[in-house]
């Protein structure tokens, strides 16, 4: 875990923000899949709301912006839709905290859309917010933004392939030190509440037994509408008979960015078992699941309000 001092700087408010743009939830359809949508998912037979949790391939199509032996983990301190404890805005992206001059590298194949300072308000409310920022268009109306760069090695309309690098981590634009701010967009590349996970796109990091794995956790009430919550945990054990080992925290989406179908996200998890607790309206809710080499394991909670 690496944990620093160093993340995108708080941001002003903006007078009027974009509208969010909505992408749909299957979780009505009696055959739903167990894993998010996506246009490179294959259907698998499990469904969340019938057993205490599914294990899935995912949706892993990217690789890591960032290359070992540079820190390829995310921050944990300002995670996805996460406000460092309400000290910042809700956060659109992931980081990954490291030195002037770190290589960055495309996650997938795709074209250049945009390669330079943001000196209008494209990609968010302000101008001058990300700094020099690189855009690709990646496949299936998929786009991936990088920001705070220090140096831009591509040119808008350019091609590039998985793995090339495209850049070197800075602090341009609204940044506190040198880090990367990584976006995953879907549709509308200019609408600032596009944003999904990376976490769910990007192949998890290695372990000494081969990946570790993803947990998405979708915790909704009986009409199925993700709640507004806060902490929760995770009691790690590498056996199933075991004690816990290891507690892990995580913290809920924001709730101004509920408009996925998960509003949490726990990367690069350890293979083996846990015990999920979190309370909600003063009952304890908990659950056990596993955790796979390289899978997604997707929970979905029920609620009473």
Not at 36 to 61: M, R
Not at 132 to 150: E, F, K, P
Request: hydrophobic content about 35%; overall charge negative; charged content about 20%.
């Amino acid at each position: 875990m690496f944990i620093f001092l160093i993340s995108c700087a708080p941001v002003p408010t903006p007078q009027i923000l974009p509208t969010a743009t909505l992408i749909s939830v299957a979780f009505d359809e009696p055959t739903v899949t167990a894993v998010s949508p996506s246009p490179t998912s294959t259907p698998e037979s499990c469904d969340p709301f019938l057993v205490d949790f599914c294990i899935t391939g995912g949706h892993f199509i990217f690789q890591r912006p960032i290359e070992p032996p540079a820190n390829t983990s995310v921050d944990v301190t300002y995670s996805y839709a996460s406000t460092a404890n309400g000290a910042r805005e809700p956060h659109h992206g992931v980081e990954f905290l490291n030195k002037f001059g770190t290589p960055v590298h495309a996650v997938g194949n795709g074209t250049v859309i945009f390669a330079g300072p943001d000196k209008e308000a494209i990609y968010s409310p302000w101008p001058n917010f990300y700094g020099n920022v690189i855009v690709i268009q990646q496949t299936d109306d998929l786009y991936t933004l990088y920001a705070h760069l220090s140096k831009i090695h591509v040119d808008i309309n350019q091609q590039v392939a998985a793995g090339e690098q495209i850049g070197e981590v800075g602090q341009s634009g609204v940044a506190i030190g040198p880090h990367l701010h990584l976006e995953v967009r879907h549709g509308n590349v200019e609408d600032y509440f596009s944003t999904m996970n990376p976490e769910l796109w990007l192949v998890p990091n290695k372990s000494k037994n081969g990946r570790l794995g993803v947990i998405e956790i979708s915790i909704m009430d009986e009409a199925h509408q993700l709640v507004k919550l806060a902490d929760f945990t995770l009691e790690y054990s590498q056996y199933k008979s075991k004690k816990p080992t290891k507690t892990f925290y995580g913290v809920t989406y924001s709730s101004d960015m509920l408009y996925e179908e998960e509003n949490a996200v726990m990367g690069d998890m350890p293979e083996g078992y846990y015990r999920m607790a979190f309370k909600y309206h003063g009952q304890l809710y908990e659950r056990r699941v596993e955790v796979k080499s390289g899978k997604l394991t997707q929970v979905v909670f029920v609620v009473k309000q």
